[in-house]
C-alpha cells in the first residue's frame, strides 16, 4: 500500500483519529463472481515508521494477529500532540482473501484513509 503519513499543523493541542475504509473488489460487470467483499479485505496498520514532534501515538492493529476486515470504517492510527507541529508515519499492510468462487481477472477497488 505504501506509507500514509498525518501532518497535523493545527495550532493548540489537539488529538487526532485517522480511520480506514474499503469499497468492494470488482472485475468485469461486477457480478456476484466477479466481486470480492470489502469484507474479505483485512488491514493493520502496523507500528510508527517515523514521526516527529511531541505527543502521543497509538496504532489501531499493531501486528497482523489484530488485523481486522475492512467491511466498515476501522481506526488506523490516533495521535495527540503537545505542541507544534507534528507527523507521524505508517505501513499499513492488507490481505485480501479471494473467495472460491472468484472468476480470474483484474480486480480494482478503493482503500481510503481519512483523519479528523
Known sequence: MGTVTVTDNRPGVAGWTATVTATKFTTGGGTSAETIPNSAVAYWSGPVTASSGGGTRVAGQTTAAQRVPLSGTVTAFT??????????????????????????????????????
Open 79 to 116: 495521535g495527540g500532540k503537545t505542541t507544534g507541529l507534528t507527523s507521524t508515519s505508517w505501513a499499513p499492510t492488507l490481505v485480501v482473501t479471494i473467495p472460491a468462487s472468484a472468476v480470474a481477472g483484474t480486480y480494482t477497488g478503493t482503500v481510503t484513509h481519512a483523519v479528523a
